[in-house]
């Protein structure tokens, strides 16, 4: 697997790295509404400039809803030469109900 599955207890140990960038995927009304602190919002729109801006050897941790569209965006991004790729298991309601 191009890509790693990490549970939210693995996924906070991720977020101490300095260079960790972390991916929300949910739709925009959602990442308004509530997000993990210092995520970035990506979607259709700024996908691209993301690919071409980011160094591909940082760290990404990906989440979703509930942990099954950020696996299909893990994957993408590793396919797209990311090197350090993450998806977080349960994704936001998880994170919700675990902190």
């Known amino acids: 697997m ?3 599955r ?7 140990d991720l977020l101490k790295k ?6 929300d995927i949910r739709d925009y009304n959602s ?3 509530g997000h993990i602190e210092n995520a970035i919002h990506i979607e ?5 400039n993301f690919l071409n801006e980011k160094d591909k050897n940082v760290t ?6 509930h942990g099954n569209s950020s696996q299909s965006a893990a994957n993408f991004f590793s396919h ?6 993450f998806s ?9 109900n675990n902190n």
Do not use: H, R, T
Request: net charge negative; with cysteine.
């Open 44 to 48: 259709d729109l700024n996908l691209q």
């Open 31 to 33: 990442f308004k509404n």
């Open 18 to 23: 300095d260079d960790l960038i972390l991916i």
């Open 80 to 85: 797209s030469g990311f090197k350090n790729v």
């Open 60 to 65: 990404i941790l990906i989440y979703c809803y």
């Open 6 to 12: 990490v549970s939210i207890k693995d996924a906070m």
């Open 2 to 4: 191009p890509f790693n």
């Open 88 to 96: 977080m298991d349960e994704g936001y309601e998880g994170w919700i």
